[in-house]
């Protein structure tokens, strides 16, 4: 298109076929190879942004060589320049000026000027023609680019959306896994039939406690409870009663027992109480008070009214034991001397409890 514009005008001036040969090689020659160039580049746009560049040089000689026919020089002077913008923004606006009007200006100087610089009718038809083109064409990239950015930034909207909803399902889930590690944590410590503390958090507790007391010089009891003739009760009144009778003594000892006092089922029938800052006096009364009050409330079973003991033996820290196999070990021979000397009783255990198995 500029090759026709300029075309139109040199066969106006009748100009000679150096300059002729100049504009082929400006318009028609040179882009291909600026093209090729900038393909085989290691860096096309940045070959590219110095093709531009050299654009804007060559266009000043061309418009000095045609004696800056008007509309042929403002052509191709605001071509180079949107151009320019398009890719470079304002900034490049001013390098290409500046190369344009170096080369117009140098070129002016050897060829002489033309006053009054003036366009053919062909080629101010053909300006205006290839200007309009070219803005419409640039509009129509700007369009391009525009609807491409919306369409990214709609999708860029859409995925945070995505993210935000998977993010907040992870949240949800992270807090059902950390209620279900509460209930586990709480189930591997619980006993299922009763929901007093299992043997595996008495360990725990009670070596916690044991070291609490050695520190603070503080006393503890520990008191091991077992119902009598526990087997009768599953025998005579089938293994649901047998559960019944357990879930009672467990209430009982709840009842009973004070809040810092830890409950747990020891074994089948077997029960143990840590009873925390209690010396050897008050944690028999209340194993008395425990062995009287079960002994008088029999368990109702299906019409049948189950009366069932306690024997218990109860060990004092740091009197009978001062780790927590010692004191175990002594309250359940205190027990086991509750049972050979008639059950539902207490027997304290005696120093003679713990040396004998020292
Ligand atoms: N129903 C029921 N019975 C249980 C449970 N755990 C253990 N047992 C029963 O408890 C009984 C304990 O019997 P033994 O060890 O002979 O003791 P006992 O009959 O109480 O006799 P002494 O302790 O000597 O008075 C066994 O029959 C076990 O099956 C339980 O969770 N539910």
Known sequence: MLFAIVGAQMATDNVGPAAWAFMGFVFVVYPHLAYWRARRSASPYRCEMNNLLLDSFLFGIC???LGFPTWI???LLIGTALTHVLYRGIAGVLRSLAAMVLSAVASAAFLGWQIPPQTTDSATALCIVGLTLYLLSL?????LRTRKLQDSRQKLHTNEQALHAVNTALQEQLVQIQLLQVQ???QANHDA???LYNRRYLDTALAHELVRCAREDS???VMLLDIDFFKRVNDDYSHLAGDEVLKKLSATLMRLTRASD???RYGGEEFLVILPNTHIGPACEKAEQLRLEFAGEPVAFG???IGVTLSIGVASYPLHGQTQQELIRCADHALYQAKSTGRNRTVVATAHHFTAKQ
């Open 73 to 75: 020089s403002f052509s």
């Open 63 to 65: 418009a000095a060589l």
């Open 303 to 305: 019409g049948a009214d």
């Open 193 to 195: 039939l009763t929901g």
């Open 219 to 221: 006393a503890l009891c």
């Open 262 to 264: 830890i409950v747990c």
């Open 184 to 186: 586990l944590s709480d």
């Open 139 to 143: 509009a129509n990239v700007a369009y």
